[in-house]
């Protein structure tokens, strides 16, 4: 068995071995590295195990630059999910072992695995946190009824009953440009650093296939909205915003219901609801919704930093930040939230 550092030679083949293994999910893909370079300009890493010439497990790893956050190498960056996914347990172990090389080598703080089944190889010295993130998976359903019945009477079902009947439109394959403006206002709402508009359309030239822009309109105006990808099977809402416009309507239930019905109506019988940090507000409303939590353990070699990053916004040290950029002008935190945002990975 030999690991290598792939190039976009190789592309085709690293993208026919993820779609093909269980462990291999949408973040896996080749074409995510390429939109973050393009999009963000941090580097590709991406490590394959060969064996007889064939490729038997992957390693996508991205070198995240930064000067608040520390450097790292992660699998993956700006991704809810990674990690080693190979057909054998010393692939798995080839590939971590190669991955903590390059990360001495290229002089970075940590090596971070954002793992979404237990590794294949054992654990080793990688220090685990277990108890930071979550990830909300559920099966789709067949019919609106069966929908509305398996949100809790005491969560979001009534705000979705409600939202049916109003005046609200769910459109798809909407306008990036009215997506984006919904989305910076959220961001800026929630004190949030927004992406820039080139990381976001790098994902959308990456994965036309499997991206699309769905929205919750009033009156022909945008107050929701998300752009979501389908992949094996599952539906996913991965950057999603709503105005101050949306709350009074709960369009963003509006959205969510309706995206459900979009994905069953496409072949989907999975609805990711994605990755939240436990104790904040998008892990209470994914719960009101009758998501039960499923913990993340995402794994760190600790190369030159002695416990491991905790960016994250309930951290107090980021609380005087977060409420002041709730207060910035959009077209403010539009201009200084893209340098902010590609270092937090």
């Known amino acids: 068995m030999i690991i290598e550092r792939i190039s976009i030679a190789d592309a085709t083949a690293w993208d026919a071995f993820v779609d093909e293994s269980p462990a291999g999910t949408f973040f896996h893909r080749y074409g995510w590295g390429r939109a973050i370079a393009d999009g963000l300009g941090h580097e590709q890493v991406y ?10 497990g992957v390693l996508p790893l991205i070198h995240k630059r930064s000067l608040l956050f520390k450097n790292a190498l992660i699998s993956v960056a700006f991704g809810s999910y990674g990690g080693a996914a190979t057909e054998m347990p010393e692939a798995a172990v080839a ?9 001495e080598v290229l002089g970075v703080d940590y090596v971070e695995l954002r793992d979404l089944e237990p590794p294949l190889a054992g654990i080793g010295d990688w220090a685990v946190v277990n108890s930071v993130y979550v990830t909300f998976l559920r099966k789709l359903y067949g019919s609106d009824e069966e929908t509305l019945r398996s949100i809790p009477r005491k969560g979001r079902r009534y705000e979705v009953r409600k939202s049916l009947k109003g005046e ?11 997506f984006y403006d919904v989305l910076a206002q959220s961001y800026r709402n929630l004190g949030t650093p927004i992406f820039g508009r080139r990381y976001l359309l790098a994902l959308l030239e990456q994965f036309p296939k499997h991206f699309e822009i769905c929205v919750a309109a009033k009156g ?16 996913h809402p991965y950057y999603t915003g709503g105005t101050l416009a949306a709350r009074k ?26 990755r939240s940090k436990v104790g904040t507000g998008s892990f209470d409303y994914k719960r009101y ?15 030159r930093i002695n416990e491991p990053p905790s960016i994250n916004p309930l951290n107090p040290k980021y609380r005087l930040f977060i409420e002041a950029w709730k207060r910035l002008p959009v077209p403010v935190a539009n201009f200084v939230g893209p340098f902010l945002s590609r270092q937090i990975g």
């Open 289 to 303: 919704w009758g998501f039960e939590p499923r913990p993340l353990a995402y794994r760190y070699k600790l190369l």
């Open 220 to 235: 022909g105006a945008a107050i929701s909205a998300t752009m979501a990808f389908r992949y094996k099977g599952a539906i």
């Open 168 to 178: 609200l439109t769910f459109v798809t394959g909407g306008d990036f440009d009215a």
């Open 95 to 103: 590939l971590e072992v190669e991955a903590v090389r390059f990360g």
């Open 47 to 56: 490590l394959a195990a060969r064996s007889g010439g064939r490729i038997v």
């Open 249 to 274: 309507l709960s369009a963003n239930d509006f959205l969510f219901f309706n995206l459900m019905r979009h994905g069953h109506e496409n072949g989907c019988d999975t609805f990711d609801f994605g």
